[in-house]
C-alpha cells in the first residue's frame, strides 16, 4: 500500500510553546490529508479534513486558530500546536487520501505529544 | 445522526476464534474498513468490504451486510500478538470516514 510518513514520532514541549508536525504522503498524490486527535483507550476524533490549496475543515469543537493546518502541496501537510498546554498532551495522526472517490485511506505513524 | 457501534472489549483464548461485530447507521454507504491498532501506534489497514458477503485473508475474514448494516470480523488461531484494538470504520456518502469507538480484544494464553 501506499506510504505516509509523520514526523516526528514523539515530542515534548513546554507549555506555552508551538509543536509543527508533518505528514508526507511518500509515493502518491494526497489530495485530501486528514487530522486526528487519541486520547488514551479512546477512539480517533477527527479533527480537521484539509485539501490541498484550500482551507482545511475543522470539526465542531476544534479550534482552528490553535491548531494550525497547512495543506500546502500535494504530498506534505502540516499540523502546528500553538501555545500548547498539558491538555493538548495527546497522539496526533495523519492520514492521506488520493483522491474524492478513493475510499483507502492511509495512515502515518502517529505523534506522541507530551506538553509539561 | 451517524453511529457506528462495537463492543467495548473482548477476551479470548490463545489458539481459539473470536468474531467482533460492528452495526452501523449512516448516510449512505461506500464501504466498510477494519483497522487494528496497538497500544501507541497507528491504525493497520486489515480489511475492506463494499459488496455482502465473507472476505478470507489469511487468519483474519471480514463480512459485511449490507441491508442489515452490519459486519463482523473474524479471527481464527488467535495470537498473544493479536492483543489490540479493533476499529470499524464507514465511508459515508460524502466518502468521509465515519469511526467505531474500537474494541479491545485481550488475548491469555
Known amino acids: 500500500g501506499a506510504v505516509v510518513s509523520q514526523h516526528p514520532s514523539w515530542v515534548i514541549c513546554k507549555s506555552g510553546t508551538s509543536v509543527k508536525i508533518e505528514c508526507r504522503s511518500l509515493?502518491?498524490?494526497?489530495?485530501?490529508m486528514f487530522w486526528y486527535r487519541q486520547f488514551p483507550k479512546q477512539s480517533l476524533m477527527l479533527m480537521a479534513t484539509?485539501?490541498?490549496?484550500?482551507?482545511?475543515?475543522?470539526e465542531q469543537g476544534v479550534e482552528k486558530d490553535k491548531f494550525l493546518i497547512n495543506h500546502a502541496s500535494l504530498t506534505l501537510s502540516t499540523l502546528t500546536v500553538t501555545s500548547a498546554h498539558p491538555e493538548d498532551s495527546s497522539f496526533y495522526i495523519c492520514?492521506?487520501?488520493?483522491?474524492?472517490?478513493?475510499?483507502?485511506?492511509?495512515f502515518g505513524q502517529g505523534t506522541r505529544l507530551t506538553v509539561v | 445522526g451517524q453511529n457506528i457501534d462495537q463492543p467495548t472489549e473482548m477476551t479470548a483464548t490463545e489458539g481459539a476464534i473470536v468474531q467482533i461485530n460492528c452495526t452501523y447507521q449512516t448516510s449512505g454507504f461506500n464501504g466498510l474498513f477494519w483497522y487494528q491498532q496497538h497500544a501507541g501506534e497507528a491504525p493497520t489497514f486489515l480489511s475492506y468490504?463494499?459488496l455482502d458477503g465473507l472476505e478470507e485473508k489469511g487468519r483474519f475474514s471480514s463480512f459485511l451486510s449490507r441491508s442489515k448494516g452490519y459486519s463482523y470480523l473474524l479471527l481464527k488461531e488467535l495470537q498473544m500478538k493479536d492483543s489490540a484494538s479493533y476499529l470499524c470504520?464507514?465511508?459515508?456518502?460524502?466518502?468521509?470516514?465515519?469511526w467505531g469507538a474500537g474494541t479491545k480484544l485481550i488475548i491469555k494464553p
Open positions: 470504520a464507514v465511508v459515508d456518502s460524502n466518502y468521509q470516514l465515519i
Open positions: 509515493d502518491f498524490q494526497a489530495t485530501t
Open positions: 492520514s492521506a487520501r488520493a483522491g474524492l472517490s478513493d475510499t483507502e485511506a492511509f
Open positions: 484539509s485539501n490541498e490549496g484550500s482551507k482545511a475543515t475543522y
Open positions: 468490504n463494499v
